[in-house]
């Protein structure tokens, strides 16, 4: 997004909102004078503009695409390790600033109180306080996935002193109250939510939006993480919601972009882009909203910073082939290591960057990708540690001065997830042709062949059971390196049998010191990539987990409280995996 909500920032910091920095103090300290701000709709807006830019996701979500927690990729962590103490996840919140959810919370319900205080027209009431009330239920969201069930703050703490203070010390409500607060927030923001916005106000929440959230979140909801007993109550809810939020978006005219993987380089009236966090391409300080990740996921030498994100060797591997079933499984088209690149599903040359690889970057769209060996050197600058790099949503026209600026939108919920959250939820409830519609769908759109029954790779009469898989590994394709994954494989309560005892790989490919010819090194861009291949590179995997075996353990699929927010309030009970007597399943 090339222009920007958060230009009046430093206005706000004129007025006073530059104290929120401390907002959880017992003290009005964020709070700006109500009779001059709330009786004025542009700057009660200014101030509704303070709450998107805190809590926007930035590039890859919550956590960012956090390539030490999935397969996708490599990084080395105390999750994986197995040695994650208490206060590691503190994302809990408890101090004094504005940044930590709780923080972020106060923010949100004093807008709503001083809102409601005010005395702006009710209509634009409605419409300024449903737009907060995304956020806090996407707040709320953030914790209970982390934790389970957390105190439910929907007003302001305002008082001071230790009276006061004894009296905030709240309890945490269970699961069930913590999802149920959630929905509530977002059923109310659909109220007063415009189905779209015009292209001024591109970004803001519509309530397609506001229902695609509240899917994502009763899917959660269903899921083996916080459904152990697979309720079937919990699953008809999550497909209501997840309808919902496709009836929505329809109706408003949301779909799958046309293009997988020019969808990221549209902006207003993207019709994938659901809920979205825009950037741009500005160098002043005040609108400076750089998204950060197209310089840091190329390679080093395309960009000033870069090389983050590589693909790790089983993610290569992941990806179907063209006719959309699985490496090995194909009768139409053979798989090999050596030739790993080709007849995959159209989604691979469009995620991964691979030795050979033309890509254009930098805006030379000739330009092809080296990464291989000569006598145990790279040819690259800077080598890339798995063989590979992340091509997604990679600008390929800006210039290596401008990728540090780059504003590419980062959607964080696209039409394609409402899809896949319909089709599971359709699972869960055992419509299973709904499912196999919708999976369509994206395969479709992917470019996968059809095939002569017309079902794009996946096979025909599946189980319940099958097809749940079949739709968490079209996740993993589809939204590859957009921090789903890790969140995907906790939710079903996936990672140690997908990961555990596991070392991640990638490769390193060498250029064979015999049978190549003498200027390859000048005329490899000419060569035809199969026989560059065959001929003169040889394969060789290597392991990126060195240090360890991944050893998830089963307590992480609900992260401790830190300590520190428990010394901080009597009243809050540790989780029961974690030595306390809190259930976060109730």
Known sequence: MKRNYFSILSLLGLLGLASCEKVLDKTDLGSVNGSVIFKDSVLARMNLDYIYDQNLPTWGGTWGTRPDLSDESFGESKYFEGTLLVNDVADFGTALNATNNYGKIRVINTFINDVNGGTIAQATKNRLNAQAQFFRAWRYFDLVRLYGGVPLVTKPL??????????????????????????????????????????????????????????????????????????????????????????????????????FDQ????????????????????????????????????????GTAGGSNQPSWEMVKAFPMKDGKKAGESTKYTYSDQLFYKNRDPRFDKTIAYNGVNWPLNGNTSYKLWTYFVSNKTVEVKASNTGFYTRK???????????????????????????????????GINNLDEGYTHLKAIRKRAGIEAGTDGMYGLKASMTRAEMFEAILFERQIEFAFEGKRFWDLRRWKLIEKTLNGKRRTGVTINLKTTGVPADFATTRDNVDLDVAYT????????????????????????????????????????????????????
Not at 265 to 274: C, K, T, Y
Not at 403 to 418: C, L, N
Not at 565 to 584: C, R, Y
């Open 393 to 427: 949503a990679i600008n390929p026209t800006v210039g290596v001065s401008d990728v540090q600026f780059s504003g590419t939108d980062w959607i964080e919920i696209r039409f394609a997830e409402v899809l896949l959250n319909l089709a599971e939820s359709a699972c």
């Open 535 to 586: 001929n003169y590179f040889t394969i060789v995997t290597k392991q990126l987990d060195t240090k360890y075996a991944i050893n998830w353990k089963p307590e992480y699929y609900f992260f401790a409280i830190p300590q520190s927010a428990i010394d901080n309030n009597p009243k809050i009970i540790q989780n029961n995996t974690w030595g306390g007597g809190f259930d976060p399943l109730k």
């Open 158 to 259: 305002q008082a001071v002193g230790v009276e006061a203070r004894e009296a905030a010390f709240l309890s945490r409500n269970t699961t069930t109250e913590t999802y149920k607060q959630i929905v509530s927030d977002l059923d109310s923001a659909m109220l007063f939510l415009p189905g779209k916005w015009g292209s001024s106000d591109w970004g803001r929440i519509t309530k397609g939006g506001a229902a695609a959230l509240k899917g994502r979140a009763l899917l959660y909801a269903a899921s083996p993480q916080f459904n152990p007993t697979d309720d079937a109550a919990k699953w008809q809810a999550s497909y209501a919601a997840n309808k919902q939020a496709y009836d929505l978006l329809v109706a408003n005219g949301y779909g799958l972009h046309a293009s």
């Open 263 to 302: 969808l990221w380089f549209q902006e207003v009236n993207n019709p994938e882009a659901v809920f979205l966090t825009g950037f741009n391409t500005s160098t002043g300080d005040q609108t400076r909203k750089n998204n950060g990740y197209d310089n840091s996921t190329r390679p080093s030498y395309a």
